[in-house]
């Protein structure tokens, strides 16, 4: 499979636990998001990677919140002391120039929820 | 104010029927845009992207108003298999920040 994968697809941690979600991107993409849905909502951008790059971060994502890309391929988002409004889904999306524009391949996320 | 905005819905359409969404956006600046279809626990999987003159993939036809600052999705001759949320994705003037709506949803009917 070349697509995006994620790991793991689901956790349930205990609040005040420290977690961390697993992005692999499509080979060739140089750009990688994270993003977090919740029911009824679109995802809402948290951060972004140009290969090891972090070059835009959200209002949204706290200081509990680190993203990584160490060596501009897979990628790392550790939240640390969990809250109950952590529950959400995790996206990871890599995308490349496509003619001028970047299109976003998701992968099947992670489920995380905060009991 | 939202960067973009989309009506939930929902949609209950019988098969066969043409159905339309809109989805309006805030910055005038703004040049890339996209449809993405997204089936219940799953995740976003791109559609479409929109044109300025407009594009069309089958029964689907997506345009772009940049003068209402609008981008829109027919879909025609509805099938079962459409029923999902569709989700808006407007790209920022850097190309750097994707912003999705909040999606419509769209349950095709026997």
């Known amino acids: 499979d070349t697509g995006v994968s994620q790991n793991p697809r689901h956790k349930i941690t205990k609040r005040g636990q420290n977690v961390t979600f697993r992005c692999d991107p499509i080979?060739?993409?140089?750009?990688l998001y994270w993003y977090r849905q919740t029911l009824g909502q679109g995802p809402e951008f948290l951060t972004y990677?140009?290969?090891?790059?972090?070059?835009?971060k959200s209002r949204l994502l706290s200081d509990r919140f680190s993203a990584e890309r160490p060596k501009g391929s897979f990628s790392t988002l550790e939240i640390q002391r969990t809250e109950q409004g952590d529950s959400a889904m995790y996206l990871c999306?890599?995308?490349?120039?496509?003619?001028?524009?970047?299109?976003?391949?998701f992968g099947p996320g992670t489920r995380l929820t905060v009991t | 104010r939202k960067e973009v905005e989309q009506d939930p819905g929902p949609f209950n359409v019988p098969e066969g029927a043409t159905v339309a969404f809109n989805c309006t956006y805030s910055?005038?600046?703004?040049?890339?845009f996209f449809w993405y279809r997204q089936d219940c626990r799953k995740e976003p999987k791109l559609l479409m992207s929109?044109?300025?003159s407009g594009n069309e993939d089958g029964r689907f036809t997506a345009q772009l108003n940049r003068a209402s600052q609008y981008i829109s999705l027919l879909i025609r001759d509805s099938k079962l298999s459409d029923s999902a949320t569709y989700l808006c994705?407007?790209?920022?003037?850097?190309?750097?920040?994707?912003?999705f709506g909040t999606g419509t949803s769209l349950t095709v009917i026997p």
């Open positions: 910055n005038s600046a703004s040049q890339s």
């Open positions: 080979s060739e993409h140089n750009r």
């Open positions: 929109v044109y300025s």
């Open positions: 999306a890599s995308s490349k120039r496509t003619g001028v524009i970047y299109e976003q391949y």
């Open positions: 990677f140009q290969n090891e790059a972090q070059l835009e």
């Open positions: 994705v407007v790209i920022s003037n850097t190309g750097n920040q994707f912003y």
